[in-house]
């Protein structure tokens, strides 16, 4: 059994903390920042947050807490349990411990502990998603129709769409199953770097703007604005890293096209924008003066 080889030496013995080199931490980073891609959607939450000021710096210092207890002293403890070097691939491993270690009881509830958090995760990502398509139709930037609110204050058209989205990815793991997991992974981590480069950059434009206008701001940044160009840099890395990873590098690719895309809806946005304002102002000098 695994029991005589339960061991803390198992942390730095076996070839020590990087076996195979340091390169493949390396090449393992774009698939860790699929695990911690969310983390950002916190702030979304201040519109319906009763005290932001004082909820929000919980909420964030919490995901530094949690981070250490269920990712670091987890692997600490699944470590110890069973070596690295005899771990089968797929699927959770603390599972695949519990069962090789002969509990199958406990694997079996650490597997609905799992289906848990999946469902709860999918409930994060729904509320934000339709709170998104809310701000975007309530700016003119998405379909008005998904501005509509229900009496309990709930956008249910957004909250639908989102909804739809998450149906089209349950049909397409159920048409391409060995491939569904990697082309929305590589597509999910694809979003994660535009999204953190256009926080960064948003953040340090809104600092540059709060200096000048000799602002004060209630959520001071330490390390700014260090910290946003190595989040920037960062970013960078992750997508030279998508780039040498085979089946990753299509999404390198479609950032461009997608980025484009964005661009010229912009354009033609701002183009029927100013094409309205010139015919009011042409009404406006119509009307006859008294």
Known sequence: SGGSQ???QNLWELGGFFPN???GLVMAMAMIMFAFGGIELVGIAAAET???QKTLPKAINQIVYRVLLFYILSLVVILSLY?????AQGGSPFVLIFDSLGSQTVATILNFVVL??????YNSTNYCTSRMLLGLAQQGNAPKFLSKINPRGIPVNAVM????FTLLCVLINYLFPEKAFSLLMMLVVAAIVINWVVISYTHLKFKKHMIQMNAATQFPSIFYPFSNYLCIVFMCGILVIMSQTPGMHIAVLMIPVWISALLIAYFFKTRKISANQLVSKDKIRSIPKA
């Not at 769409?161 to 739809?164: E, G, I, K, L, R």
Request: aromatic residues 8%.
């Open 6 to 8: 339960s061991n803390i």
């Open 116 to 121: 848990t958090a999946a469902v709860s995760v």
């Open 83 to 87: 070596p690295w070097n005899q771990m």
């Open 50 to 52: 009763d005290n932001p």
């Open 21 to 23: 080199g340091i390169m």
């Open 161 to 164: 769409v989102s909804a739809f």
